[in-house]
């Protein structure tokens, strides 16, 4: 009987528990979608609606109701709030003590991603780029060749994933200084590696997140050892050849090598502001070459289904390319660069279809919301802002779900609030990759 007592009050308590939590936003005054348990505002996600479609219904919920406005993500609270750009976190979970490579540049917070940012940030400098541009030419030139190949069978070609060989290819060469050979090996190892590191359930992704303290008390990872232990090991090896053997290298692992912690190889580390442990190096080229191989092909292969599709826009850019290639005599770094429609392309494509539906930031500090009537966003609260949502939204892009690059043209990106275009982020999180990433599509 006791025991039956005591069952009732856990009950009890825990329903309480869960009710206080649902009043978060209304004991604030704050505009909020309402929520169920145990999903919050995440009914259906996974089994019939993408985050994106989610984070939609919610934005379409509380427009017009203020700035911004709550939501709930099981029982956390999370705000959407436009004016994102002093929120610098990431709701990014990663388990280093576990898992050392997944304490990269996209997940670290604070001190710690403000001295990784800067000493990273020349490695994407436009010279680094220009530097790396014939690699990405010989690569391309290979994806030619495939392509012909390909056609010539009479076969039918699964872009998505050609593109991929393409990217893999391309940020494996400039990241590790190595042909992956993707392109004429499907199944080449580099390739393998990269489809496996982004087989993770977003669920348990979200519950690690939701309970950072206990996912990490569990030993939970984000990427399966077998891939960490992979790319390690590959920068590892890279290291020791090419000291042993005095190589030197066009790649983002060269340009790493001179934060590399001396006495890393014994444990000790003299100078933590100065050096990089290979752990670290080894984590900032592993999301290097995620970012680089996942993204860009995504933007190309929806790029190519929209031009397959209006065969006018489809000479427009080609008679683009032509042109500039023909005013430079080859496919120079200069030449990309004045390929101005088809630039506008693949920022339509960005807009129509971004790569990340949803920015995740955690607020680093308590923040009184200007012209709120005195509301607080509390250290800790987690906020989203719904970049699908914003790029679809008509009050900024007429007709959104027609694919238009002319959206983009000089004069009207001018008459735009620059923040109703984020596919790379904004503020100071902005993608670092995004010169390396637009170059290689």
């Known amino acids: 009987m006791l025991l039956l007592y005591l069952s009732l009050l856990v009950l009890a308590l825990a329903v309480q528990w869960i009710r206080k939590r649902f009043r978060y936003w209304e004991d604030r005054g704050v505009p909020y979608v309402t929520p169920a348990f145990p999903t919050g505002n995440l009914r259906g996600f996974g089994r019939k609606f993408h985050i994106s479609t989610i984070m939609q219904r919610c934005y379409k919920q509380l427009k017009g109701k203020g700035p911004f406005g709550g939501i709930f993500m099981f029982t956390n609270p999370v705000v959407l709030v436009k004016d994102f750009q002093y929120f610098e976190d990431r709701l990014f979970y990663y388990n280093e003590k576990d898992n050392p490579i997944e304490a ?157 912690n001396p006495d890393s190889e014994s444990g000790e580390n003299t100078n933590q502001q100065e050096y990089w442990s290979i752990e670290e190096i080894a984590a900032q080229l592993f999301v290097f070459f995620l970012a680089g191989s996942e993204t860009p092909s995504t933007t190309m292969s929806f790029c190519l289904y929209e031009l397959a599709a209006n065969a006018e826009l489809q000479e427009r850019a080609r008679a683009n390319v032509l042109q500039s290639i023909e005013k430079h005599g080859f496919m120079s770094y200069e030449a990309i660069h004045e390929m101005h429609f088809l630039e506008q392309c693949i920022n339509e494509s960005l807009r129509k279809y971004p790569p990340v539906a949803s920015l995740l930031r955690t607020v680093t500090r308590d923040y009184p919301v200007p012209d709120s009537g005195g509301v607080i966003l509390q250290r800790g609260t987690t906020m989203i802002v719904p970049v699908y949502a914003i790029h679809h939204d008509p009050e900024y892009y007429s007709d959104p779900e027609t694919y238009d690059p002319d959206r983009f043209s000089a004069d009207l990106v001018a008459q735009r609030n620059p923040l109703c275009f984020v596919p790379f982020g904004a503020g100071p999180r902005t993608c670092i990759g995004l010169r390396f990433g637009m170059t290689s599509t």
Request: positive net charge.
């Open 104 to 260: 990269h540049l996209v997940a670290l917070e604070g001190t710690r991603w403000r001295n990784s940012r800067s000493k990273v940030t020349s490695v994407f400098s436009s010279g680094k780029m220009k530097m790396m541009f014939p690699t990405m030419i010989r690569v391309a030139d290979e994806f030619s060749k495939v392509l012909t190949r390909e056609t010539a069978q009479g076969k039918s070609i699964a872009m998505k994933d050609f593109l991929s060989r393409y990217t893999t290819d391309v940020v494996g060469t400039c990241t590790f200084g190595v042909d992956c050979n993707s392109l004429n090996y499907p199944k080449a190892v580099y390739r393998q590696m990269g489809k496996k590191a982004f087989n993770f359930t977003f669920l348990k992704v979200m519950l690690a997140e939701q309970f950072r303290d206990i996912a990490r008390a569990l030993h939970v990872t984000f990427f399966d050892s077998d891939v960490s232990n992979f790319f390690l090991n590959v920068v590892k090896d890279i290291f020791e050849y090419r000291e042993q053997n005095n190589v030197q290298q066009i790649d983002f692992t060269s340009l790493l090598s001179r934060l590399k």
